[in-house]
């Protein structure tokens, strides 16, 4: 049974860190493409950030550039998302999911997700 359980959303100041989880079970995260997107209330989805072979690739937002981490521990199963220097913007809900094996990118189908963690930023 695939399942994709995200975690380490919460409140924080403007400029201040959070750091997301993924855990992934069911199948093997570092040999499918991995991604974090997030959605704001009344905004479409965006993509943030992607992951493929345990970080050989990564993809991001270029509104995160600089800003957010993606990484992956392979003895976890479990993806992250590091988030600095957040900003009032990055306020949205962050779903975690997963993609296809052989190629990786934001704007690729993913076919399974997670229920989300809320991230608050004011």
């Known amino acids: 049974h695939v399942q994709l359980v995200e975690s380490g959303g919460g409140s924080v100041q403007a400029g201040g860190s959070l750091r997301l989880s993924c855990a992934a079970s069911g199948f093997t995260t570092n040999n499918v493409c991995m991604g974090w997107f997030r959605q704001a209330p009344g905004k479409e989805r965006e993509g943030v950030a992607a992951?493929?072979?345990?970080?050989?690739?990564?993809y991001y937002a270029d509104s995160v550039k600089g800003r957010f981490t993606i990484s992956q521990d392979n003895a976890k199963n479990t993806v992250y998302l590091q988030m600095s220097s957040l900003k009032p913007e990055d306020t949205a809900m962050y779903y975690c999911?997963?993609?296809?094996?052989?190629?990786?990118?934001?704007?690729?189908?993913?076919?399974?997700w997670g229920q989300g963690t809320q991230v608050t930023v004011s």
């Open positions: 999911a997963a993609g296809p094996r052989s190629y990786c990118g934001l704007r690729i189908f993913f076919k399974q």
């Open positions: 992951i493929y072979t345990s970080g050989a690739s990564t």
